[in-house]
Structure formats: structure tokens, C-alpha cells
């Protein structure tokens, strides 16, 4: 029986920056899938009770922004984590590990924090928005319950920037 170790599992032939770069794609991307998700529920719901109550349509375009800017979260940690990447000009060191791991997972923690909550924004929008063609008084009060929902993707955003702070990559060439 052997003892295999990292560098004979071919785990350092892959880069740090690799990993940094898929946390930013997966936090722009995920996040993107999210907010288009929330959207879609929102909208198939708010479209269908248009057509008994009218008066739902601009007042209930709000549960749409919300989702939209779950996609805006995700883009903002992109941009940090695309700030911290840097190009390879030498041979990785722990510290580069560390960091392409940090702000991969930045990415991932934000990426699916914020399709959680465009997905919840989407599930609480449609309610509202159904609620609200059935009785006009009840939109103020599930308005906050979304306003509630929304908070996850500042969770996430936030979290994934605590993740994210502490990295940076090595400056040396050689």
C-alpha cells in the first residue's frame, strides 16, 4: 500500500489562476441564472394576473428589479475577484493556491446565494403579485416579506467578499 501524495495526483499541474477565473465566471454566470429564473416565475405570474386585474402591472415590476439585482451582486464580485487576478509569469506557491481557492469559492458561494434568492424573489414576486390581483391591500405586506428574500443575495454578496478579501496572488518572476 502506497501513500499517494498531492504532487503525484497531478493536483499542482493545474493553476491557481485557473481556479479564480472559473469563481468569476461561476459568479457572474450562476448569479445571472438566478435573477432570469426569479424573473421568469415573477413574469409568468404577473402577465396571467394582468388580464383580471390591469391596475397589478407597474405596481408589481418591482418584484422584477428585485431579481434583477441579484445579477448585479454577482457581477460586482466578479469585477472584485477579475481585481485580484493576476497574470502567470512564475511557479505557483501556497499562497497562489490559497488565493485561486479563495475566490473560486467566493464565486461559488455567491454565484448559487444569489440563485437562491432570485429564485425565492421570483416564488415571493408571483405571490404578490397574484395576492395583489385578488385583493389590492395585501401588496404592501408581501412586499416585505420579498424585501426579506432579496437580503439572501446581500448575504451572499457579502460573505463572498469576506472570502475574497484576503487573497492575492504572488508577486514574484522567476
Not at 438566478?34 to 421568469?40: D, E, K, L, N, P
Request: glycine share 12%; proline share 1%.
Amino acid at each position: 500500500m502506497s501513500i499517494i501524495t498531492l504532487g503525484e495526483t497531478g493536483f499542482f499541474d493545474i493553476e491557481p489562476q485557473f481556479f479564480s477565473a472559473i469563481g468569476m465566471g461561476c459568479s457572474i454566470g450562476i448569479s445571472v441564472l438566478g435573477a432570469a429564473w426569479g424573473i421568469f416565475i415573477t413574469g409568468s405570474s404577473l402577465v396571467g394576473a394582468s388580464v383580471r386585474a390591469p391596475h397589478i402591472r407597474t405596481k408589481n415590476l418591482i418584484s422584477v428589479i428585485f431579481a434583477e439585482a441579484t445579477a448585479i451582486y454577482g457581477l460586482v464580485l466578479g469585477i472584485i475577484i477579475q481585481q485580484k487576478y493576476t497574470e502567470h509569469k512564475h511557479i505557483a506557491q501556497g499562497i497562489d493556491y490559497y488565493s485561486g481557492y479563495a475566490l473560486f469559492w467566493a464565486g461559488i458561494i455567491t454565484g448559487f446565494g444569489n440563485m437562491s434568492c432570485g429564485v425565492s424573489v421570483g416564488v415571493v414576486g408571483s405571490s404578490c403579485a397574484l395576492a395583489d390581483a385578488a385583493h389590492r391591500s395585501l401588496f404592501v405586506k408581501i412586499l416585505v416579506i420579498e424585501i426579506f428574500a432579496s437580503a439572501l443575495g446581500i448575504f451572499a454578496i457579502i460573505v463572498g467578499i469576506l472570502v475574497a478579501n484576503n487573497a492575492s496572488f504572488s508577486k514574484f518572476d522567476y
